[in-house]
């Protein structure tokens, strides 16, 4: 299975700041994701990152709030702009081989 | 809009004991059917996939899939308190992601 690096793995920012969330997979995937996971519920998907293009991003979620990137197959960075509080979250990069999906560390941001 | 249901639980199971977890799922066109475990502050980690009717199985794991009735399950055999986790159930068809339910929390005393 794929070998997937996130970080900041977790980190404070003050509300009207952006981060960047960087997530490398240590071997050439076909698909990568990003998702966001809020205090005790499942996972909601934000976006399909897109190699070389725009990514595809889900109903609710907008590339002005959570612009992402995918240079290569093996990378990709999520950023969440302009944060608030309800940013608070843990967000997870995601990358499929074939079928299965696998996850990174995640990232726990608070927003104060 | 594609939906994965699970009941939240807690389900609560003596150590030893069978485990069952279930799942339904909307989108009659989904392809491959996952489970996840997830512990406490930590992310996802896949323990099972299935992608034909019947059943799979893996060591204590056995996946079960019911594609006419749209239903996947998990059973977990000789229950250990280290399975005590959320156990997300995944749908997706191809080139396309994971769709999660809400997870199940199952806890195992002993």
């Known amino acids: 299975s794929a070998v997937i690096s996130q970080k900041p793995s977790r980190d404070i920012c003050q509300r009207g700041t952006s981060l960047t969330i960087q997530c490398q997979v240590d071997?050439?995937?076909?698909?990568m994701f990003w998702y966001r996971q809020q205090p005790g519920q499942s996972l909601t998907l934000i976006a399909t990152?897109?190699?070389?293009?725009?990514?595809?991003?889900e109903s609710g979620f907008v590339i002005d709030k959570f612009p992402i990137s995918r240079p290569n197959l093996t990378f990709s960075t999520l950023t969440v702009s302009n944060m608030s509080p309800e940013d608070s979250s843990i967000y997870l990069c995601?990358?499929?081989?074939?079928?299965?999906?696998?996850f990174g560390q995640g990232t726990r941001l608070t927003v104060v | 809009q594609k939906e994965v249901e699970q009941n939240s639980g807690p389900l609560s199971v003596p150590e030893g004991a069978i485990a069952s977890l279930n799942c339904t799922y909307s989108?009659?066109?989904?392809?491959?059917f996952f489970w996840y475990r997830q512990y406490s502050g930590k992310s996802p980690e896949l323990i099972m996939s299935?992608?034909?009717?019947g059943d799979k199985e893996d060591g204590r794991f056995t996946a079960q899939l019911n594609k006419a009735s749209q239903y996947v399950s998990l059973l977990i055999r000789d229950s250990q308190p280290s399975d005590s986790a959320t156990y997300l159930c995944?749908?997706?068809?191809?080139?396309?992601?994971?769709?999660f339910g809400k997870g199940t929390t199952l806890s195992v005393s002993s």
């Open positions: 995601s990358a499929r081989e074939v079928a299965e999906a696998f």
């Open positions: 071997s050439q995937v076909t698909m």
């Open positions: 990152a897109n190699q070389g293009s725009e990514a595809t991003y």
């Open positions: 989108d009659r066109v989904s392809q491959s």
């Open positions: 299935i992608y034909s009717n």
């Open positions: 995944a749908v997706n068809q191809a080139g396309t992601a994971l769709i």
